[in-house]
């Protein structure tokens, strides 16, 4: 009964430890997601801070994977290819081996990992906000024959009261817009109702 108890103890200061380190990593997040936001609408010389400061409201989602060694790496992928519905993602990886890849003119181009940082990815609602600018690159993760990799990706979302479209100063005077302005509620409704035979972001174009 006794070490029950102490393994129940263990168990909740564990997890209580756990929890904290996810709230200060989530802050933290946060804050370099908002600044990563304010220098790519600066880049596009939009001086309001109204999409960057959406994301300090926004929702931000913590997964964390675990791709264990495969005797058989080229038959299989840790992730499908995609593009993620996010506005940013970010990655920490865990690894000392290449996992994630990026599509390049069409091939796939490893991300060395470097210790300390953090790979961002930019999502769709950051490509249709730039009015198609800015793109969201096609990506996949691999598994490796020898070694198991884990890793630390959070995505990214604005405010829900913030609508996605182009920004109205990238449209106009000759700057056609290219994708559907559409609120937060009807983004997210295009994509889980979305036709998989078609990409997400083509459904969302003028």
């Not at 960057?52 to 929702?59: A, I, K, N, V």
């Not at 990655?91 to 990026?102: I, K, R, S």
Request: hydrophobic share 40%; glycine share 6%; proline share 5%.
């Amino acid at each position: 009964m006794q070490n029950i108890y102490s393994n129940f103890c263990k168990g909740v200061l564990l997890h209580l430890v756990i929890r904290e380190t996810l709230e200060i990593y989530s802050e933290d997040i946060r804050e370099v997601t908002i600044s990563l936001v304010k220098f790519i609408t600066m880049s596009l010389g939009l001086q309001d801070t109204q999409i960057s400061e959406s994301f300090r409201e926004g929702l931000y989602e913590i997964r964390m994977n675990c791709y264990p060694p495969c005797p058989e790496p080229e038959r299989v992928l840790g992730i499908v290819p995609h593009a993620d519905n996010s506005g940013i993602t970010l990655l920490l990886d865990c690894a000392d081996f290449p996992g994630l890849q990026f599509l390049k003119d069409k091939k796939w181009v490893n991300v060395e990992p470097i210790e300390g940082a953090i790979v961002a990815n930019i999502g769709q609602i950051i490509e249709v906000m730039s009015n198609g600018i800015y793109k969201a690159p096609e990506h996949r993760a691999v598994v490796n024959k020898l070694k198991g990799r884990f890793s630390i990706v959070t995505f990214c979302y604005p405010s829900p009261h913030m609508a996605i479209g182009p920004s109205d100063k990238l449209i106009g005077e000759g700057n056609a817009a290219i994708f559907k302005k559409l609120t937060h509620a009807e983004y997210f409704s295009k994509f889980f109702n979305r036709d998989l035979d078609e990409l997400f972001i083509d459904s969302l174009r003028v």
